[in-house]
């Protein structure tokens, strides 16, 4: 059922840096990307989302990575705030048809002051 | 507030027991999911329903069955409970179709004693 790899599981990031998490997939008809954050304690929230037309897609301090050809997207978080620490999923879907929606394992971002 | 309502926020049984867990989906959604989220574990797949009828299983139990109702209500039913079941469980509406990320609730917090 896994068919998105992603890393690190666990990342401590100092106020301020940059925080990068990786993901990989396998199915090539895959054709959307979303990013969830998860707070503790509530369910995760739709952060951010790319379609393979583009390479970069920015929302704030938010950018996914996209390569088509490694078939890997990454989420950069700038300027990381104590504020974004939380659990991050990646996921990837058909654009036409999300009922298959594969998440990745996530990554717990903790941000230090 | 992301529109997916679950109830019970908390559950706390005994092993052997039954329960039910409900979730209703955000106002035009006609596809439910349903997920499992056990303590750092990532979000482990169980079932979908879209518009009352089964659509997707993932590693759903036997001892676990799931329906949805015509006013597209869904219930995940959990019975002979086991320690190993305790987690968060969580429901995901979405629409049907193109292009769409899952909107989740906040989760029923499932402890078996």
């Known amino acids: 059922q896994q068919q998105v790899k992603q890393s690190p599981q666990s990342l401590i990031v100092q106020k301020g840096g940059i925080s990068i998490i990786n993901c990989a997939y396998e199915?090539?008809?895959?054709?959307?990307f979303p990013w969830y954050q998860q707070f503790p304690g509530k369910g995760p929230a739709l952060l951010i989302a790319?379609?393979?037309?583009?390479s970069e897609k920015k929302e704030g301090r938010f950018t996914i990575s996209f390569n088509k050809s490694a078939k890997q997207f990454s989420l950069h978080i700038m300027d990381s705030q104590p504020g974004d620490s939380a659990t991050y999923f990646c996921?990837?879907?058909?654009?036409?048809?999300?009922?298959?929606?594969?998440f990745g394992a996530g990554t717990r971002l903790t941000v230090k002051p | 507030d992301s529109g997916v309502t679950q109830t019970p926020k908390h559950l706390i049984t005994a092993t052997g027991q039954r329960v039910t867990l409900r979730c209703s989906p955000r106002?035009?959604?006609?596809?439910v999911y349903w997920y499992q989220q056990s303590l750092d574990q990532g979000l482990q797949f169980l079932i979908q329903?879209?518009?009352?009828?089964?659509?997707a299983k993932g590693n759903i139990l036997e001892r676990f069955s799931a329906q949805q109702f015509p006013d597209l209500h869904s219930e995940l039913n959990l019975s002979s409970l086991e320690l190993g079941d305790s987690a968060l469980y969580f429901c995901?509406?979405?629409?049907?179709?193109?292009?769409?990320?899952?909107?989740f609730g906040s989760g029923t917090r499932l402890t078996v004693v």
């Open positions: 790319i379609r393979p037309d583009v």
């Open positions: 996921a990837a879907s058909r654009f036409d048809n999300n009922n298959d929606m594969r």
């Open positions: 106002s035009g959604d006609l596809s």
């Open positions: 995901a509406s979405s629409v049907d179709g193109a292009g769409y990320g899952y909107t």
């Open positions: 329903y879209y518009n009352g009828e089964e659509r």
């Open positions: 199915n090539t008809a895959f054709d959307y």
